[in-house]
Antibody, heavy 118, light 106 residues
Framework: EVQLVESGGGLVKPGGSLRLSCTAS????????MTWVRQTPGKGLEWVSS????????YYADSVKGRFAISRDNADKSVYLQMNSLRAEDTAVYYC???????????WGQGALVIVSS | DIQMTQSPSSLSASVGDRVTITCQAS??????VNWYQQKPGKAPKLLIY???SLETGVPSRFSGSGSGTEFTFSISSMQPEDFATYYC?????????FGGGTKVEI
């Protein structure tokens, strides 16, 4: 059974940093692109960042480029999202998700709530 | 980025009703569309991939169709557990993008 478990969410002040982690199980982690998607009541679902299986390719939404960094450790079956210079508009539930070649995003974690507020 | 315009944003239905939701892509995306169901406080759940393929374990009352720029998602006979929000998503090119969602209420 595919499982994705996020951790690291919380309350942070504007300008602060936070690191989200996602641990995977139930599939061959190193062969899948992993993705972070966030959800806010106002803007719905928004793709944030993706990383290829070998970490050779990383992608970012314009809204987070230069502030967020995605990485992965295939030995630990984990993907990370380092979030710096956080803004109020980054407040959201952040989902870790698996992307498959044909099926697209097929499995999601339970979500990690990030609140950016003073 | 490819825009996905989903309609309606909400609808009211009764148990047993047929429900249809549409998504229009801003450019040809072949059949690279997924449909998800989301219940409050939960992650989205994949129902349909590549426009019309039913995810394993998903009831056959759910279906999808379309290609190019026009896509349709249907529930043939609403069940109590189907009241939720539904999203389309494209993964054809560039960043994945989502429709705005359709909240299906009683």
């Amino acid at each position: 059974e595919v499982q994705l478990v996020e951790s690291g969410g919380g309350l942070v002040k504007p300008g602060g940093s936070l690191r989200l982690s996602c641990t995977a199980s139930g599939f061959i982690f190193s062969t899948h692109t992993m993705t972070w998607v966030r959800q806010t009541p106002g803007k719905g679902l928004e793709w944030v960042s993706s990383i290829s299986g070998t970490s050779s390719d990383t992608y970012y939404a314009d809204s987070v480029k230069g502030r967020f960094a995605i990485s992965r450790d295939n030995a630990d079956k984990s993907v990370y999202l380092q979030m710096n210079s956080l803004r109020a508009e980054d407040t959201a539930v952040y989902y870790c998700a698996r992307r498959a070649a044909i099926r697209g995003i097929d499995y999601w974690g339970q979500g990690a709530l990030v609140i950016v507020s003073s | 980025d490819i825009q996905m315009t989903q309609s309606p944003s909400s609808l009211s239905a009764s148990v047993g009703d047929r429900v249809t939701i549409t998504c229009q892509a801003s450019q040809d995306i072949s059949n690279y569309v997924n449909w998800y169901q989301q219940k409050p406080g939960k992650a989205p759940k994949l129902l349909i991939y590549v426009a019309s393929s039913l995810e394993t374990g998903v009831p056959s009352r759910f279906s999808g169709s379309g290609s190019g720029t026009e896509f349709t998602f249907s529930i043939s006979s609403m069940q109590p557990e189907d009241f939720a929000t539904y999203y389309c998503q494209q993964h054809y090119n560039g960043p994945v993008t989502f429709g705005g969602g359709t909240k299906v209420e009683i």
